[in-house]
């Protein structure tokens, strides 16, 4: 019986289970470098200081008794309207937790499945992703048996389908509305086009990779990505975008079309990224401080601007909160009953 070679000691410095060779490349090795995490802060923290400065510059300039009179001077069927159009974007974002339910199977009806996406969705705009995304959802779909890995490919699907039509809706809006200037900044409509189109490369290169896998599970570090075919991959972007613009069509209703619906989409757009950078429950005073900085002039006040953009916050935060309460304590009311008389038999 031949002996065996000896195993040469690992050399010093080594870690074990990592291959030795060339440095790795790309944004992985990026990130590996002592400068990244500095850099990313930085970055942060420049966003937050920008977005900071521009809260505290239009709190310090808004006549905040003449910005309630404007709220109780709304008209009734711009308030109403923005409610049903708020309504059918929570029922179109609902309908993002059907492609989950496609890609996994988990089994659940087609409404039992909307319930439980439009009641957490009203958690996550008003408590953040951490409670209404994974608490409220993971809690719904455990209640009724959907293991860990099934739920979190759903809420990971919904997360990509919102953004995927955002991406491609934020590379349309320069081609139709360009913002003023904000603290003496500005750029050109070229400018903002050409980041436009970069935006657009993401959705763009998703839907290639899902045409190319043919529904096949895309494998990374030995984790599993189910992909949808190239028509659902299509479906995500048009029903993503759809909501999107039910989101600025909302809020363009109630500030009664005196601006150019464009402008009161990109004011949710921004306002939505600027609430997600800064991690404010609910983007409170950060979407109202974008929407006097995109949408005021001298024909339309800041104080009407501000009227409109607190009206659309009940309206599309505050009340959905409020029934998405009510639907979550009428579930697990439900359920415990359901329990109890399994127990009983």
Not at 140 to 150: E, H, N
Not at 304 to 315: G, S
Request: with cysteine; net charge positive; hydrophobic share 50%.
């Amino acid at each position: 019986m031949a002996a065996l070679a000896p195993t040469p000691p690992q050399e010093a410095g080594a870690l074990p289970g990592r291959e030795r060779g060339p440095a790795r490349r790309g944004l992985a090795g990026l990130r590996e470098r002592p400068w990244w995490p500095w850099l990313t802060r930085g970055l942060g923290a420049a966003f937050f200081l920008v977005v900071a400065g521009l809260i505290v510059h239009q709190a310090r300039s808004v006549d905040w008794p003449a910005v309630w009179r404007a709220v109780l001077d709304l008209p009734g069927p711009a308030l109403w309207a923005g409610a049903a159009l708020a309504l059918l974007s929570h029922c179109t974002y609902g309908s993002f937790e059907w492609i989950g339910r496609h890609l996994t199977r988990h089994g659940l009806g087609r409404g039992t499945t909307l319930g439980i996406a439009m009641t957490s969705y009203a958690f996550t705009l008003n408590l953040g992703s951490v409670i209404g995304g994974v608490g409220v959802r993971y809690r719904l779909y455990s209640r009724r048996g959907i293991d860990p890995g099934t739920i979190g490919q759903v809420v990971a699907t919904s997360i990509l389908t919102n953004w995927v039509g955002y991406l491609l809706l934020a590379a349309l809006v320069p081609w139709f509305w360009l913002p003023p200037a904000v603290f003496g900044w500005s750029a050109t409509s070229t400018q903002w086009r050409l980041a436009g189109a970069l935006l657009a490369l993401a959705p763009l290169a998703y839907v290639a990779l899902c045409l190319l896998r043919g529904g096949r599970a895309l494998a990374l570090r030995g984790h599993c990505f189910p992909l949808p075919r190239g028509p659902l991959a299509l479906w995500q972007i048009a029903v993503s975008a759809a909501n999107w613009v039910l989101m600025g069509a909302a809020l363009w209703v109630v500030l009664q079309t005196q601006v150019p619906y464009p402008a009161a989409l990109a004011t949710v757009m921004l306002g939505a990224v600027a609430g997600l950078v800064l991690r404010v429950p609910a983007g409170l005073g950060v979407l109202e401080s974008v929407g006097v900085a995109l949408l005021a002039t001298d024909t339309l006040p800041k104080t009407a601007v501000l009227a409109a953009l607190l009206a659309y916050r009940a309206l599309y935060y505050f009340l959905p909160l409020l029934l998405g309460a009510l639907a979550l304590a009428g579930q697990e009311w439900s359920l415990r009953d359901k329990k109890s008389g399994q127990k009983g038999h």
